[in-house]
């Protein structure tokens, strides 16, 4: 349908549903719905069925927000628009839209918008693979839920985590905030929320092959979800009952289930669920008819195409491509991964290749200036020798003030043009080394990948094989975007510099952040970690780069200590000079001491951790810009075999303990 047609059709809807919904639409309290609330309850409704009208109401809604001068409402309609771009595979530029709804929420100080749109940042990450950075924003929007004690949100909140760490599958983990939910959700009426806990319980029992409880969870979902308002929780649910039977061996069935629930989608004009069941009866029939497989898999191309969701398209492409080449015809599955990588080329990678532009662009543009200057020196210069000129027919006495004038400036001018010489080929050095890893530290990783996606596509190879291949193809690919983003970063602090927001801050905080976040690696090679920071140090820093820098520190002591081993953190202060010493102490393997002297340099090369972990030569050199640039000083000790001791110093404060804790402490003690 052409657009034109589509805005036509649109506004002939909105006016009738306006018109009916200021007759007939009710809040609890009695009044009549608002204006905002009926743009709402439109976008809701066409998100999913049809992204174009969708977003019409939204500007329509921005702009009725925007002359009402309605902040809550604009920050709703920011929201949703955020959503869209969200399921179109759009994720950085729903990042922005949240962030913009946050930062009215947080103008407004309402708290259960602040947690909502932290829930979508947190869940924009996780679609990233950044699961890290989700679980940050998830644990985030809990304490705002719970200093609100907000039940609706502390639940979600809760059951993002249980997502988060399923999808690390960690799902111990999971299942701990999972079982926290399901104990909030026995006192809550049913929602949307009670059916999705369902469908996450029953996803990390299958994935742990407890098949029986997987299917209790969503058999008892899909009863609750039987009822129009929730009928696209039931498709989900109905096809993840699906992929258990078909993990039991009971294939016919399983197909059973999801053809009843691509009927039901498809009923309810649901594209999302629609998009999903295809896929799900593409990959039921893989091993019983390509053909059907196919089939399904071009009919989930051409609906992801007709709503303009590129990122499911590819994905079918690359489905299509697998089926053709299984079915011998090759010409076909090269012409769908063709077409594949032109759509990922077209909008995935543009955003990557935009920041690479930009850094090169800056480069380019520090590198004109210092040309610039250079001639203008050159240009002074030629002026006072026609000035020395002139002043040699005044006379003698003139001429030989004018030359002694002109020796003392040349010499001023001189010394500047040595300084612009020498920052120049501080720039060129700064150049080389950026390309020397972009072509050292990158190539090698992209080369792996290559070689590795080949050997998997040979059909003989074991499974047993080609998963230990996946698995260290993953490895590959994080150390190649560890690399980026470090590149990225040390690239944008050498043309740009530093910036700094100091704080007095408490550290043992930032140091359990940072545990929380390293625990997994730490516990998967049995490594025990110690803090022993007292509540009461604080330092004066800016804590953004103080976290860096012990998240990198930390991260390094996990990489090079074996199987077993002990990291101790410790803290020292000085009372003489204000000054507080943060240390990571290892029992690793040491670093030799011709490198101890680079590690904080360009020169230091990396080298791979005690499970081969990869890295990259970057973080500790930054380490050092940070804590230098806070006033600081960091330093290493290091025996090989014994292990190393990273410390820095910086500014700090021992607060005081608080007189009336320890009263009630003493008194509950005598009691």
Same mark, same amino acid.
């Given at each position: 349908?052409?657009?034109?047609?589509?805005?036509?059709?649109?506004?002939?809807?909105?006016?009738?549903?306006?018109?009916?919904?200021?007759?007939?639409?009710?809040?609890?309290?009695?009044?009549?719905?608002?204006?905002?609330?009926?743009?709402?309850?439109?976008?809701?409704?066409?998100?999913?069925?049809?992204?174009?009208?969708?977003?019409?109401?939204?500007?329509?809604?921005?702009?009725?927000?925007?002359?009402?001068?309605?902040?809550?409402?604009?920050?709703?309609?920011?929201?949703?628009?955020?959503?869209?771009?969200?399921?179109?595979?759009?994720?950085?530029?729903?990042?922005?839209?949240?962030?913009?709804?946050?930062?009215?929420?947080?103008?407004?100080?309402?708290?259960?918008?602040?947690?909502?749109?932290?829930?979508? #940042?947190?869940? *924009?990450?996780?679609?990233? $693979? /950044?699961?890290?950075? +989700?679980?940050?924003?998830?644990?985030? @929007? %809990? &304490?705002?839920?719970?200093?609100?004690?907000?039940?609706?949100?502390?639940?979600?909140?809760?059951?993002?985590?249980?997502?988060?760490?399923?999808?690390?599958?960690?799902?111990?983990?999971?299942?701990?905030?999972?079982?926290?939910?399901?104990?909030?959700?026995?006192?809550?009426?049913?929602?949307?929320?009670?059916?999705?806990?369902?469908?996450?319980?029953?996803?990390?029992?299958?994935?742990?092959?407890?098949?029986?409880?997987?299917?209790?969870?969503?058999?008892?979902?899909?009863?609750?979800?039987?009822?129009?308002?929730?009928?696209?929780?039931?498709?989900?649910?109905?096809?993840? #009952?699906?992929? *258990?039977?078909?993990?039991? $061996? /009971?294939?016919?069935? +399983?197909?059973?289930?999801?053809?009843? @629930? %691509? &009927?039901?989608?498809?009923?309810?004009?649901?594209?999302?669920?629609?998009?999903?069941?295809?896929?799900?009866?593409?990959?039921?029939?893989?091993?019983?008819?390509?053909?059907?497989?196919?089939?399904?898999?071009?009919?989930?191309?051409?609906?992801?195409?007709?709503?303009?969701?590129?990122?499911?398209?590819?994905?079918?492409?690359?489905?299509?491509?697998?089926?053709?080449?299984?079915?011998?015809?090759?010409?076909?599955?090269?012409?769908?991964?063709?077409?594949?990588?032109?759509?990922?080329?077209?909008?995935?990678?543009?955003?990557?290749?935009?920041?690479?532009?930009?850094?090169?662009?800056?480069?380019?543009?520090?590198?004109?200036?210092?040309?610039?200057?250079?001639?203008?020196?050159?240009?002074?210069?030629?002026?006072?020798?026609?000035?020395?000129?002139?002043?040699?027919?005044?006379?003698?006495?003139?001429?030989?003030?004018?030359?002694?004038?002109?020796?003392?400036?040349?010499?001023?001018?001189?010394?500047?043009?040595?300084?612009?010489?020498?920052?120049?080929?501080?720039?060129?050095?700064?150049?080389?080394?950026?390309?020397?890893?972009?072509?050292?530290?990158?190539?090698?990783?992209?080369?792996?990948?290559?070689?590795?996606?080949?050997?998997?596509?040979?059909?003989?190879?074991?499974?047993?094989?080609?998963?230990?291949?996946?698995?260290?193809?993953?490895?590959?690919?994080?150390?190649?975007?560890?690399?980026?983003?470090?590149?990225?970063?040390?690239?944008?602090?050498?043309?740009?510099?530093?910036?700094?927001?100091?704080?007095?801050?408490?550290?043992?905080?930032?140091?359990?952040?940072?545990?929380?976040?390293?625990?997994?690696?730490?516990?998967?090679?049995?490594?025990?970690?110690?803090?022993?920071?007292?509540?009461?140090?604080?330092?004066?820093?800016?804590?953004?780069?103080?976290?860096?820098?012990?998240?990198?520190?930390?991260?390094?002591?996990?990489?090079?200590?074996?199987?077993?081993?002990?990291?101790?953190?410790?803290?020292?202060?000085?009372?003489?000079?204000?000054?507080?010493?943060?240390?990571?102490?290892?029992?690793?393997?040491?670093?030799?001491?011709?490198?101890?002297?680079?590690?904080?340099?360009?020169?230091?090369?990396?080298?791979?951790?005690?499970?081969?972990?990869?890295?990259?030569?970057?973080?500790?050199?930054?380490?050092?810009?940070?804590?230098?640039?806070?006033?600081?000083?960091?330093?290493?000790?290091?025996?090989?075999?014994?292990?190393?001791?990273?410390?820095?110093?910086?500014?700090?404060?021992?607060?005081?303990?608080?007189?009336?804790?320890?009263?009630?402490?003493?008194?509950?003690?005598?009691?």
């Amino acid at each position: 349908m052409p657009y034109c047609k589509v805005v036509f059709t649109s506004l002939i809807l909105l006016t009738v549903y306006i018109a009916n919904a200021q007759k007939n639409t009710i809040l609890p309290s009695g009044k009549t719905a608002t204006p905002i609330e009926r743009y709402n309850k439109l976008i809701g409704y066409y998100r999913y069925e049809n992204p174009d009208s969708a977003l019409m109401y939204v500007d329509s809604g921005l702009a009725y927000a925007s002359a009402h001068k309605d902040m809550a409402a604009h920050a709703l309609m920011l929201n949703q628009l955020g959503m869209i771009n969200d399921n179109r595979g759009k994720f950085e530029v729903s990042r922005v839209n949240y962030l913009e709804a946050f930062n009215l929420y947080k103008s407004l100080n309402q708290v259960k918008g602040m947690a909502s749109e932290t829930i979508r #940042l947190g869940v *924009v990450e996780m679609r990233k $693979g /950044n699961y890290d950075k +989700s679980v940050g924003y998830f644990l985030e @929007a %809990l &304490k705002y839920s719970e200093s609100i004690k907000d039940s609706f949100g502390i639940m979600e909140a809760n059951i993002t985590l249980g997502e988060a760490y399923t999808g690390q599958r960690k799902y111990d983990i999971a299942l701990k905030y999972l079982k926290i939910a399901e104990d909030i959700n026995a006192k809550l009426p049913l929602s949307n929320l009670s059916l999705n806990l369902c469908n996450d319980f029953g996803i990390a029992y299958r994935e742990l092959g407890m098949l029986e409880e997987a299917k209790s969870y969503f058999e008892k979902g899909i009863e609750k979800s039987n009822v129009t308002q929730y009928q696209g929780l039931n498709i989900t649910l109905t096809n993840n #009952l699906a992929t *258990v039977y078909a993990k039991d $061996g /009971n294939a016919a069935y +399983s197909i059973k289930l999801q053809k009843a @629930a %691509l &009927k039901k989608a498809i009923k309810i004009h649901n594209y999302i669920r629609e998009l999903q069941t295809l896929n799900g009866l593409a990959q039921s029939y893989q091993n019983i008819n390509i053909d059907t497989s196919l089939n399904y898999l071009y009919r989930a191309k051409d609906l992801a195409e007709g709503r303009q969701a590129y990122k499911q398209v590819i994905e079918s492409l690359q489905g299509i491509s697998e089926l053709h080449n299984k079915k011998g015809d090759y010409k076909a599955a090269l012409e769908a991964q063709k077409e594949a990588y032109q759509l990922a080329d077209k909008y995935f990678y543009k955003e990557m290749s935009k920041q690479v532009n930009n850094l090169q662009a800056d480069y380019e543009l520090s590198k004109s200036r210092a040309k610039v200057q250079e001639l203008r020196f050159m240009n002074n210069r030629q002026v006072l020798e026609r000035r020395i000129i002139l002043a040699v027919a005044v006379g003698a006495l003139l001429v030989l003030a004018f030359i002694a004038y002109s020796d003392y400036r040349n010499r001023i001018l001189n010394k500047k043009l040595v300084n612009a010489n020498k920052n120049l080929d501080e720039s060129n050095q700064v150049k080389d080394k950026l390309f020397s890893i972009l072509g050292h530290d990158l190539r090698s990783p992209f080369v792996s990948v290559i070689n590795m996606l080949e050997l998997i596509d040979d059909e003989d190879l074991p499974a047993s094989t080609r998963q230990a291949m996946i698995n260290e193809l993953g490895i590959t690919s994080k150390a190649a975007l560890e690399t980026l983003t470090g590149l990225l970063k040390w690239g944008e602090m050498q043309i740009k510099g530093l910036r700094l927001n100091t704080l007095q801050f408490a550290v043992k905080p930032v140091l359990d952040r940072v545990m929380l976040l390293l625990n997994g690696t730490a516990n998967f090679k049995h490594i025990e970690i110690s803090n022993l920071v007292d509540e009461d140090v604080e330092l004066i820093a800016d804590p953004d780069h103080v976290e860096f820098v012990i998240r990198n520190l930390l991260s390094n002591a996990i990489k090079f200590t074996g199987v077993g081993g002990s990291i101790f953190i410790k803290c020292f202060f000085n009372n003489r000079n204000n000054e507080v010493t943060i240390t990571v102490e290892d029992t690793g393997v040491g670093i030799a001491p011709d490198r101890v002297n680079s590690i904080f340099s360009l020169s230091n090369i990396s080298s791979n951790g005690t499970y081969n972990e990869k890295g990259t030569s970057l973080g500790l050199m930054i380490c050092k810009e940070f804590i230098e640039a806070n006033g600081g000083s960091i330093s290493v000790r290091s025996t090989l075999g014994v292990g190393s001791a990273f410390s820095f110093t910086l500014k700090g404060v021992v607060s005081p303990p608080n007189i009336e804790e320890v009263k009630k402490l003493q008194s509950k003690h005598q009691v």
